[in-house]
């Protein structure tokens, strides 16, 4: 494990809206350690081609992730998952969209060794990034050591951690700004909790991290299984992280499989109550009780884009 208190420390300041960031006790924050962090997101070199970096798949300039339903990767392999925002993933519970990794730190090196994202051996990346002088420097000044598998996951979490997304008209008008928020906004944050869509999409971050089954991809053949593919429990067949809705209105296409094209098409999916299955939450099917009208529908709409802040775009 590479050494924790090497370096200056740093101070992560969360914008309005936000609580503190949560900081793993074994990888406090460095100015050095973001700075590595941030030099390794970018290198497609962490690929076993050269081709990829985690910045292809969740782009600053594309609200950290990419517009497409899913993702491609190395010898241009399709995988099956839309690529989540790296915004807020700070405060997740979990990674991944079936939750398998409990860490960013666990997250970080899970896509470099994945055969059809970066594909590339752990082992021989870090002997390949060893050799390079800049690399040698900067774990030196970040950690104290020279190239390592934990450093390289410790750094890239660090840098994510300061990829957040506050200040939002939503905040502003918590905050008591009553003209942040136009009306048609207003007007679909009082829909947005009429529906109960706060149980799931819960304040501040407008998520809990928590599993659920909205029946999306369980028409495919076979159906896409989401967290029972990590904790083999039949129950939890179909269920998916909830998404943080942050930054929504710029992160599209939806759901884990990206098979939603816009806002509007998730927004009528979900006050539908989600697509019918042996599994459907029942959070979902509460929903199917409640009258929409389109203006709702569109006013909702109006709401989730209030969610969008200030983010770093590099």
């Known amino acids: 494990m590479p050494t924790a208190t090497v370096g200056t420390p740093f101070e992560i300041k969360p914008p309005v809206g936000l609580g503190p960031v949560p900081i793993p006790a074994d990888n406090p924050v460095t100015a050095e350690k973001i700075a590595l962090g941030k030099m390794l997101y970018f290198d497609k070199r962490l690929s076993k081609d050269g081709t990829i970096s985690c910045a292809t798949c969740h782009d600053p300039a594309m609200a950290w992730t990419e517009h497409e339903a899913t993702s491609t990767g190395i010898n241009g392999q399709v995988g099956g998952a839309n690529s989540p925002t790296v915004i807020n993933a700070a405060y997740a519970t979990v990674q991944f969209w079936d939750g398998r990794a409990g860490s960013l730190e666990e997250q970080a090196l899970g896509p470099i060794e994945n055969p059809i994202e970066m594909g590339h051996d752990l082992k021989v990346l870090v002997e390949q990034l060893g050799q390079i002088p800049e690399y040698q420097e900067h ?28 200040n939002s008209p939503y905040d502003r008008f918590k905050a008591g700004d009553a003209s942040a928020m136009t009306e048609e906004q207003k007007r679909g944050m009082a829909v947005f909790e009429d529906l109960e869509c706060d149980t799931c999409h819960t304040p501040p971050l407008f998520s809990n991290y928590r599993f659920y089954n909205a029946g999306v991809g369980m028409d495919k053949t076979p159906p896409d299984p989401g967290r029972k593919n990590h904790t083999k429990v ?62 709702n529908r569109k006013d909702l709409v109006e709401f989730l884009k209030a969610l969008s802040g200030e983010f770093p775009k590099e």
């Open 139 to 166: 774990f030196q000044k970040a950690f104290g050591t020279g190239v390592t598998k934990e450093g390289i996951a410790q750094a890239i979490a660090t840098f994510e951690r300061t990829v957040l997304s506050g």
């Open 234 to 295: 039949d129950g939890d067949m179909g269920k998916f992280r909830v998404p943080a809705l942050r930054e929504v209105a710029n992160t599209g296409p939806y759901f884990h499989d990206g098979s939603v094209a816009t806002l509007e098409e998730a927004v009528a999916l979900m006050v539908a109550g989600g697509k019918d299955n042996d599994n459907l939450s029942s959070v979902l099917k509460g929903v199917r009780s409640k009258q929409v009208t389109e203006e």
